[in-house]
C-alpha cells in the first residue's frame, strides 16, 4: 500500500509487475531482453559509481563513453569483479544510499566473519517482490485458493520474514511467522501452530523441515498424516531433487527449491510451476566464469553453461552489486520453451567443492549419489578420512534399518566406488544438530566433516551452533 503514497514508487511497481507479467508469458525475446539489459546495467554503472564510496574509486577509470559503448565483451573486459572480501571490508561504503534513505535494514548472519550491511530500499523490495509474486502465482494455485503459511526464518534481521510475507500478501494468502529456534517460540509451539492454524505452506530451510519432522515424531505426531501442509517452499541451502522428494514423502506435500538468493544479492532466481528454478534476467545481469581463471565461460553444443556465478544488478536500490562474485557454481541451460530466462541449478559453493582420489567434485553431486539410494531417507552426514593412501567413506543415515534400506547399501557402495573410487560404510543413526546449520554456515559445515584436513573455522562455528540447539 506504501506505494500510493508516492507516484513514482507507484509507477514502479505497476511497470515491475506488468513486464515480469510478459516475460512469463512469452513476450519477450532474446532481442527485447538484450536491450533493457544493456540500458539497465548502463544505468547501474553510472549510478553507483556517483553513488557508492565503494565504487566511486572501484570505477573510476571508466569513463562515460566507455559505459555508453559496453557490450558483454567489454564489460567483462573493462569492469572488475567484486567479490565477498569487499563486501567484509568495506561494509557501509558499498551502500548507493545512506541506510537512513532505506525502508528495513538487513544483514548477513556474521558466523564465519563480520556481518555485512544489506539494507533494502523500496525499489529492492518493489522488483524483487514483483519477480516472486508472478513466478509463485501459478504454484500456488496448483494446491489450492486460500492457503495459510508459515514463514520460519532464521532471525529478525533476515529478510525471509518480510520477503515472503509480502509475496504471500499480494497472492491474498494469511501469514503466520515463526522462529523455531527462537526461545521464545521454540520447536514445540511452532507444531502446535502449524496444526492449530492448519497451516498449508511453509517457506524454511531443508534443515528445519527435518527438525520439525524430528521434533513431531518425538512427539507422538506423523508428520505425513498429522499435519495439513500441501506445500514446502525451501530456501537457504543447497537441495537437490532427491532431497525435495524425499521431504515431500515425510511431510506428504510437493516440495520445491523456491528461489536462489543470498542476502546480499537478493533474488537471482525463483521457482516456477515445472519445479525448476529460473533466473529474473529482468532484474540480473548473468555472467559465469570459470573460477580459476575468472574468464568467461563459452556455452556448449547445448548452449550450457557451467561455472562459477557473476551477477551485476540492474536496478538502483540501496546496494547494486557490479559483477559479484556469488562464490557458487551454477548451472544455466535454455529453458526449452523459447523463453529467454533461463534454467539455473545450483551446484554448490566453489569453495565447497571436494577432493576424491584426485576426482572433483561438487556438493550436489555428492548429495545427489547418498539421496538417491537412500529412498525416504530423513537426514545425513558424511565422514571423509583416508586410509591407505585412498580417500574413504562413512554415512550416516536417518533411515529405518530395514531390509530393504539394507540392499539400497550395495547400490551406494558400488555407486561411490564406481565414481570416485571410494570405500564406504553405511551407520543409522539419528543425528544432531550439526546438519541444520547449513543456511547459517553452509553446506559443507553441515553436511560433512573432512579428517583429512586440520580444523576448519566454518565447522567450528556449526558445531558452536549446533551446541546451543541441542543443549534446548
Not at 17 to 32: I, S
Not at 453 to 461: F, G, M, N, Q, R
Amino acid at each position: 500500500m506504501f506505494t500510493i503514497f508516492d507516484d513514482e514508487l507507484d509507477a514502479l511497481a505497476r511497470r515491475s509487475v506488468t513486464q515480469q507479467q510478459e516475460l512469463q508469458a512469452g513476450l519477450w525475446d532474446g532481442e527485447r531482453l538484450s536491450a533493457h539489459q544493456f540500458e539497465n546495467l548502463r544505468e547501474s554503472l553510472r549510478y553507483v559509481r556517483k553513488r557508492s564510496p565503494f565504487y566511486a574509486g572501484r570505477l573510476a577509470g571508466l569513463t562515460d563513453a566507455q559505459i555508453e559503448g559496453l557490450d558483454a565483451a567489454e564489460f567483462a573486459r573493462a569492469v572488475p569483479f567484486t567479490t565477498k572480501q569487499d563486501l567484509r571490508e568495506q561494509r557501509y561504503d558499498m551502500l548507493s544510499r545512506p541506510v537512513s534513505e532505506s525502508w528495513v535494514f538487513y544483514e548477513t548472519t556474521g558466523t564465519t566473519g563480520p556481518a555485512t550491511p544489506c539494507p533494502r530500499d523500496n525499489t529492492d523490495s518493489i522488483v524483487n517482490n514483483a519477480a516472486l509474486t508472478v513466478a509463485y502465482r501459478d504454484i500456488f494455485e496448483q494446491h489450492g485458493d486460500h492457503h495459510v503459511v508459515a514463514v520460519l526464518g532464521p532471525t529478525e534481521l533476515h529478510s525471509t520474514g518480510d520477503t515472503f510475507g509480502d509475496v504471500c500478501r499480494n497472492l491474498g494468502h494469511a501469514v503466520v511467522k515463526m522462529w523455531p529456534h527462537s526461545p521464545v517460540v521454540g520447536f514445540e509451539r511452532a507444531l502446535h501452530m502449524l496444526r492449530e492454524l492448519r497451516v498449508t505452506a511453509v517457506f524454511c530451510t531443508p534443515g528445519m523441515a527435518m527438525s520439525l519432522a524430528k521434533e513431531a515424531r518425538r512427539a507422538g505426531l506423523d508428520p505425513a498424516a498429522d499435519f495439513d501442509l500441501r506445500l514446502l517452499m525451501f530456501v537457504g541451502e543447497l537441495v537437490t531433487p532427491k532431497l525435495l522428494e524425499n521431504l515431500g514423502t515425510i511431510w506428504n506435500a510437493r516440495a520445491y527449491s523456491c528461489m536462489y538468493a543470498s542476502q546480499e544479492s537478493s533474488i537471482v532466481a525463483a521457482a516456477h510451476p515445472d519445479g525448476r528454478l529460473r533466473t529474473v534476467p529482468l532484474n540480473v545481469y548473468y555472467e559465469v566464469i570459470d573460477p580459476g581463471t575468472g574468464q568467461l565461460v563459452a556455452p556448449d553444443a547445448h548452449q550450457v553453461r557451467t561455472g562459477e556465478l557473476v551477477i551485476t544488478h540492474l536496478y538502483q536500490g540501496a546496494k547494486p552489486l557490479v559483477r559479484y562474485r556469488t562464490g557458487d557454481l551454477v548451472r544455466l541451460e535454455p529453458a526449452g520453451d523459447g523463453s529467454p530466462a533461463q534454467v539455473l541449478t545450483p551446484l554448490g559453493r566453489v569453495r565447497d567443492r571436494i577432493d576424491l582420489n584426485g576426482r572433483t567434485v561438487t556438493a550436489y553431486e555428492l548429495e545427489d549419489l547418498v539421496l538417491s539410494r537412500a529412498p525416504g531417507c530423513r537426514d545425513y552426514h558424511i565422514t571423509i578420512d583416508r586410509e591407505a593412501d585412498v580417500d574413504v567413506l562413512a554415512v550416516d543415515l536417518d533411515l529405518p534399518d530395514t531390509a530393504a534400506a539394507r540392499d539400497a547399501h550395495a547400490s551406494l557402495v558400488a555407486a561411490a566406488a564406481d565414481a570416485w573410487g571410494c570405500p564406504l560404510t553405511v551407520r543409522h543413526t539419528e543425528l544432531g544438530a550439526i546438519t541444520t546449520t547449513g543456511a547459517m554456515v553452509s553446506w559443507k559445515a553441515a553436511r560433512v566433516r573432512d579428517l583429512r584436513t586440520a580444523s576448519d573455522p566454518e565447522h567450528e562455528a556449526a558445531l558452536a551452533i549446533a551446541r546451543r540447539r541441542d543443549a534446548r
